[in-house]
């Protein structure tokens, strides 16, 4: 199993731009995590979903922020038009189902610079 | 909802030291409860997890951690440090009703030569 692989690894780019992260989960995990950190405000969840459906997007900071699943093995946090703010490592999660007692899965993350 | 404390943003302790990091959350139900560690520019790995079995569990790389359920804690230990477990660590917890967990603030052990 490769696990959740996360790209890119690193992107800057300048204010006013779009960014679009991506994330494959662990084939068969049903529910998928975006997560932002910074030194500031620590791990903050942004979204999760299950089974290809968003649940909870409250954390999503502004209508900047957009998060799509297209489908099990695909996922998009999208920035438009992104702010030197916006600049912190976002990870993506995937589990079977917390309920069943499982953990996360972590990606390596997505370092994002916004200049 | 749940929350989860871990006292101590910053632990420093001498190679070969007892590693002690503490986890309290709030819930009067036992929850899951997990400790994850996060090597620099990198995610988050699984160090342990509860999940309402033995109260002693034990993880990767010697690490351990004790539910109990009249302190509402979760401490980690690790009886001898060594210089790679030089990460930030993260408590985190789940309810029996959510689907997400709640982590704490982590805390950022330094192990001294």
Redesign the interface.
Known sequence: DAG?IQSPRHEVTEMGQEVTLRCKPISGHD?L?WYRQTMMR??E?LI?F?NNVP??DSGMPEDRFSAKMPNASFSTLKIQPSEPRDSAVY?C?STP???R?Y???????T?LTVV | AQSVTQLGSHVSVSEGALVLLRCNYSSSVPPYLFWYVQYPNQGLQLLLKYTSAATLVKGINGFEAEFKKSETSFHLTKPSAHMSDAAEYFCAVSENTGNQFYFGTGTSLTVIP
């Open positions: 959740v529910y995590f620590g791990l969840l999760y299950n649940i909870d990870f999660a189902g917390v309920l007692g953990g996360y899965t972590f990606g390596s993350g370092r």
